[in-house]
């Protein structure tokens, strides 16, 4: 946890902003296709909006797995990237721009589309060095392919928890009005109104 706590660190000093809420949840999300096109589809983290209390809230979802055998470098990069797509909702939650997205129908599409739901990382950070990493982290699909095989050892052959979803079914499902309730960190909100 001390790496992720640096993390997260790393992303506020970068960005001026305060990071989401966060949980580890003790299981390794598999997304699944029908082609298997892509090789193996794990959810390091992910970004969720969720409905409670008549409101929105974001919260950063990090995988047991990525906490335990992930390099500090690349939790480091995950952590900022997720920021980047917390940014991104809130400047969709405060624009009302609540179109559905096309889901992506492989494993392949879905790595490529995943930087695609995320705020440019120069509009938000001001650590070159940072952006240049997220940059190239982004080009190939934000994948770690030594990472993965140390979670097919590590915890998928230990038969650790692993959750298996359908690609396309990482998506959340909430009501306009809760949007609307929602308060958004000011801060967040000048932000994004700029970009």
């Known amino acids: 946890m001390k790496n992720v706590e640096e993390g997260i660190r790393v992303a506020e000093r970068a960005s001026g902003l305060s990071y989401p809420p966060y949980f580890v949840e003790p299981v390794l999300t598999i997304v699944e296709s029908q082609d298997n096109i892509g090789g193996l589809g794990v959810l390091y983290a992910r970004t969720r909006p969720v409905e409670s209390n008549g409101m929105v809230a974001i919260v950063v979802e990090l995988s047991a797995p990525l906490v335990l055998y992930g390099t500090k470098s690349f939790l480091k990069l995950v952590l900022a990237h ?9 400047r969709r939650f405060t624009r009302m721009d ?11 599409e879905e790595k490529y589309a995943d930087a695609a739901r995320a705020i440019d990382p120069s509009k938000v950070y001001s650590d070159k060095k940072l952006v240049a990493s997220l940059k190239r982290k982004e080009k ?4 770690d392919e030594k990472l993965n095989e140390k979670f097919r050892k590590k915890w998928m052959e230990q038969d650790l928890p692993v959750a298996k979803i359908p690609v396309g079914a990482n998506q959340a499902n909430f009501s ?14 000048e932000l994004v109104s700029k970009l």
């Open 98 to 108: 609540l179109v559905t997205e096309i889901t992506s129908s492989s494993i392949f």
């Open 176 to 189: 306009i009005e809760a949007i609307m309730r929602t308060k958004f960190d000011p801060k967040l909100k």
């Open 82 to 90: 997720e920021m980047l797509h917390y940014v991104e909702l809130i």
């Open 140 to 143: 190939s699909g934000f994948s």
